[in-house]
């Protein structure tokens, strides 16, 4: 339920009105007065609640759309977005970049290094090179809404992709980049979650504690030829994550 009243409106600040509204809600859904899922008032009972005309009262509801902190239903009304962000990537081949896309939910990606490296045992054995081949890893940080959420370690066949590394790296598909500059389609990828807790790197990296919980995600991706192409580890902040599994039961004949 929202709470506060009109005082919070400061007229003579040249910070504008929308702007000091959508703070105001933000702040609403930070302390909890707004649940997840929760339908706000319309925009002509705020513009009542607040003295705000129309205009000002929609420029900030389109404002916090945008920024995923709301969601519209037609014909219905408009609601809070869950702060937990729910990543698809359990349930179907995309990149995160391109999860959140579907999701309208704004994302920027940062990149932190890049380096080649020689392969070590484990990592050969990932991507079925040679141990001590050059392998590129790039290091990148996603945020969503402004706010760090997951830290990737990506290990890629130099050869496959030799210079990569010149390529724009931050805001967009890793897959998307493959398939567009050498022709390397993604077909299929395997995956595993598991839980963790954060060491002091990952956590100044996530804005975090030290041994606060993590989501870790492991994926080797392949090519149509059973190459593996990509080897990422994945960590989510586990405040600000969740992965939702949906099942189908197999068919059965009749017993």
């Keep these: 339920m929202l709470t506060g009243t009109p005082p919070f409106i400061d007229r003579e600040s040249k910070v504008p009105l929308y702007h000091q509204l959508k703070q105001w809600l933000i702040r609403q859904i930070e302390e909890g007065n707004l649940d997840p899922g929760s339908q706000i008032p319309s925009e002509t009972t705020l513009c009542s609640m607040l003295g705000m005309s129309r205009t000002t009262v929609r420029e900030a509801l389109n404002q916090l759309v945008s920024e995923g902190w709301l969601y519209r239903v037609r014909g219905i009304g408009t609601f809070v977005r869950d702060s937990q962000v729910e990543p698809s990537m359990a349930q179907k081949l995309t990149s995160f970049?391109?999860?959140?896309?579907?999701?309208?939910?704004?994302?920027?990606?940062?990149?932190?290094?890049?380096?080649?490296?020689?392969?070590?045992?484990?990592?050969?054995?990932?991507?079925?090179?040679?141990?001590?081949?050059?392998?590129?890893?790039?290091?990148?940080?996603?945020?969503?809404?402004?706010?760090?959420?997951?830290?990737?370690?990506?290990?890629?066949?130099?050869?496959?992709?030799?210079?990569?590394?010149?390529?724009?790296?931050?805001n967009q598909s890793l897959y998307n980049l493959l398939e567009r500059m050498y022709g390397l389609v993604v077909v299929k990828a395997r995956r595993t979650l598991q839980p963790g807790l954060a060491n002091a790197y990952e956590a100044e990296k996530?804005?975090?504690?030290?041994?606060?919980?993590?989501?870790?995600?492991?994926?080797?991706?392949?090519?149509?030829?059973?190459?593996p192409v990509e080897y990422s580890k994945l960590r989510f902040r586990g405040d600000r994550s969740r992965f939702v599994f949906t099942l189908q039961r197999p068919k059965r004949g009749k017993p």
């Excluded at 999860?99 to 290094?113: G, N, T, V």
């Excluded at 484990?122 to 940080?141: K, M």
């Excluded at 996530?206 to 190459?227: D, F, Q």
């Design 206 to 227: 996530l804005g975090i504690v030290p041994g606060a919980p993590i989501h870790i995600m492991k994926s080797i991706s392949y090519l149509s030829s059973g190459r």
């Design 97 to 170: 970049a391109e999860d959140m896309q579907e999701k309208h939910i704004p994302y920027a990606s940062e990149l932190l290094s890049s380096e080649v490296l020689s392969a070590s045992l484990s990592l050969a054995a990932r991507l079925q090179i040679s141990p001590g081949a050059e392998v590129i890893h790039l290091e990148r940080l996603g945020s969503v809404r402004g706010e760090p959420l997951v830290l990737a370690d990506t290990y890629l066949p130099k050869e496959l992709c030799p210079n990569i590394t010149e390529c724009d790296l931050a």
